[in-house]
């Protein structure tokens, strides 16, 4: 089993900053490959970031250039650095690992409100 925990969501103004961070449990996230994901009201779930256990990292298109995917694999912790936030990135962010034979899992998400 692998438990999510993510935190640093909160209230920040249009082009200000935040890191998220997703802590886990179990060293089985080693060979997973870790993303964020986000929701907004009335939407569906959708990609933000992923980042496989070799380092390679994929981003949507809406935030390419703007956030950036870490992961700490001996602090089993996973980050997003998220800079220039725009309104339209206010949503409920998830975290997940996944892994093709070890199982899909999700945080309980954080909020991220951006004001214009």
């Known amino acids: 089993q692998v438990q999510l925990v993510e935190s640093g969501g909160g209230l920040v103004q249009t082009g200000g900053s935040l890191r998220l961070s997703c802590a886990a449990s179990?060293?089985?996230?080693?060979?997973?490959?870790m993303g964020w994901y986000r929701q907004a009201p009335g939407k569906q779930r959708g990609l933000v970031a992923t980042?496989?256990?070799?380092?390679?990292?994929n981003y949507a298109d809406s935030v390419k250039g703007r956030f950036t995917i870490s992961r700490d694999t001996a602090k089993n912790t996973v980050y997003l650095q998220m800079n220039s936030l725009k309104p339209e990135d206010t949503a409920v962010y998830y975290c997940?690992?996944?892994?093709?034979?070890?199982?899909?899992?999700w945080g309980q998400g954080t909020q991220v409100t951006v004001s214009s």
């Open positions: 997940n690992a996944w892994g093709s034979s070890l199982g899909d899992y």
């Open positions: 179990g060293s089985i996230i080693s060979g997973m490959r």
């Open positions: 980042i496989t256990s070799g380092g390679s990292r």
